[in-house]
């Protein structure tokens, strides 16, 4: 590969390792939670999806 084809692959990485770690905290702060409302239910199930997605998305990079 070329170097800036090696650059653009850590930036992508740089940026999915982001979001990842952005998706697990605002989990960490759903799940502190007593009791979830149905919105808040149907929002962890799709952060978790989400951060499913995103791991992925980082393990091809890899």
Request: charged letters at 35%.
């Amino acid at each position: 590969m070329t170097t800036t084809t090696e650059g653009s692959k850590q930036t992508v990485l740089e940026q999915l390792t982001a979001e990842h770690r952005r998706l697990d905290e605002q989990l960490k702060m759903l799940e502190r939670r007593r009791a979830l409302t149905p919105a808040e239910q149907v929002e962890m199930v799709r952060l978790k999806k989400q951060k499913l997605l995103t791991k992925d998305r980082i393990a091809r990079l890899s």
